[in-house]
């Protein structure tokens, strides 16, 4: 495989820590960030970071969290096309070509996505020349196709009756028969999981090195595909005593107790236990209730008035309109409800993300309007009460125990034997050396992609 054929594109040390990108291409990368963001240059703003090296972040006023703990909230929404998991699909695309597996130019790129991935998929083989397919359930909302289109993507819908990675097992088969399609599995390829433990985990152990008593007592995270809760894993080596919570919809608790069900939470809640999901570091799971974070983005874009009635100042809430879409806000429910659960003070840090921003949810909160007519500040206030202020610490199952952990392993088991993964990889999952053994992959992929992009 040719050198030319390797994208010119950023190591995960590099994504972790910009400042190690040569100068001048640090520096083309952040004028073409406002100028130009279909310049490959791009590939070099994947990073958590801002100009000055630092995390972007977020502390939640108490005023809107109601409880001691700091909430601290990385924002997806400043990485180029918009959310984080630009990440993940540049380091998939990025591994395959590195192992001659994909060519730029000569292969189709497929994915299945609820949105972001798919987004992050099409803007990943817009920048490098490839062809994209992504395949989505019909029900998600229009930004998100247009954003796929917009980057030069073909969609193919999927029926809505299912959710989330294995809505289309045939038709993604059925398109792999071809051997010039290859297919991006978030669900199952290790370099998500890599990217978040790397570059999401270590950025998280930052961004609270300046707050409360500078270490993380929980990370918070939905794990949709398995890939942002693997920053976990990296909390947990550095801070021992953190705790690990997997939030889940109320109305689809597969990893709580094997329900399955429709929900508003776009990327997360797929019914399944995803392959990459190291069930051995979550301590718990969390059910938030899908029609809380919707009503509760409407309350940050729209409830200014009602927010500084309750002590947030201006300025903040002004910020926390764009900041947010509905799955950030299920993140930060369930930082909430963990820092009750875990009795939290005010030196206590509890980190999350917020996966991407308010641009593609307008049509959803649209939908909600016309579900609930008449929404107005006094509305607006009862949700500030009801969903923020006094949320609650039920729905939280412990998994610590080996035994819980147990049934976690067979929902795995349930979910990825029957598409070819053999019981001997599953069974190497239950052991930690296996998850620090690819992790730590990733010092060979940048030494390669080091080497190759000369």
């Not at 990485?79 to 591994?95: N, Q």
């Not at 790397?198 to 998280?204: D, F, K, M, R, Y």
């Amino acid at each position: 495989m040719s050198r030319s054929k390797i994208p010119f594109g950023p190591t995960y040390e590099e994504m972790l820590h910009p400042r190690t990108i040569a100068p001048e291409v640090r520096g083309k990368a952040l004028k073409a960030a406002n100028k130009d963001e279909m310049d490959p240059i791009n590939l070099f703003n994947i990073t958590w970071k801002d100009v000055e090296g630092r995390v972007r972040k977020i502390v939640l006023p108490k005023e809107l969290t109601g409880v001691d703990a700091n909430i601290v909230v990385l924002l997806g929404t400043y990485l180029p096309s918009g959310s984080h998991k630009v990440g993940p699909a540049y380091t998939i695309l990025t591994e395959g070509c590195v192992k001659g597996e994909i060519v730029p130019g000569e292969h189709t790129i497929l994915s299945f996505s609820t949105g972001n991935f798919g987004i992050g998929v099409s803007y990943i083989c817009r920048l490098l020349g490839c062809r994209a397919v992504v395949l989505m359930p019909d029900n998600m909302s229009q930004e998100r196709y247009q954003q796929i289109r917009k980057y030069g993507a073909k969609i193919e819908l999927t029926s809505s009756t299912a959710s989330g990675v294995i809505l289309a097992p045939e038709r993604i088969l059925e398109l792999k028969q071809d051997p010039r399609n290859k297919f991006l599995d978030q669900f199952g390829l290790m370099a998500n999981y890599r990217f978040h433990r790397h570059v999401t985990g270590n950025s998280a152990v930052e961004a609270v090195r300046s707050v409360g008593n500078g270490r993380i007592a929980c990370f918070v995270s939905a794990p949709g595909s398995g890939g942002t809760i693997a920053a976990g894993d990296q909390v947990k080596s550095v801070f021992p005593e953190a705790k690990v919570a997997a939030l889940e919809p109320y109305e689809c608790s597969t990893l709580a107790n094997g329900n399955t069900g429709q929900h508003q939470i776009a990327g997360i809640g797929d019914q399944v236990c995803s392959l990459i999901h190291n069930v051995l570091t979550t301590d718990f799971v969390a059910l938030v209730k899908d029609d809380d974070c919707v009503r509760g983005l409407k309350l940050l874009y729209d409830g200014a008035r009602s927010l500084c009635k309750a002590g947030v100042s201006s300025e903040m809430a002004e910020m926390l309109k764009n900041l947010f879409g509905v799955s950030g806000i299920c993140n930060i429910l369930g930082a909430i409800k963990m820092a009750r659960y875990l009795r939290l003070g005010p030196g206590d840090n509890v980190v999350t993300v917020a996966t991407d921003g308010i641009d593609r949810y307008y049509s959803v909160l649209d939908d909600l309007s016309k579900r609930t007519p008449g929404i107005n500040d006094t509305v607006l206030e009862s949700w500030y009460r009801s969903i923020f202020i006094e949320a609650d610490s039920k729905d939280i199952y412990d998994f610590r125990m080996p035994n819980d952990k147990e049934r976690l392993f067979k929902q795995k088991e349930k979910d990825w034997l029957p598409y070819g993964h053999s019981q001997e990889y599953l069974d190497a999952m239950r052991n930690m050396g296996f998850w620090e053994e690819e992790y730590l992959l990733y010092k060979k992929y940048d030494q390669e992609i080091t080497h190759l992009r000369k």
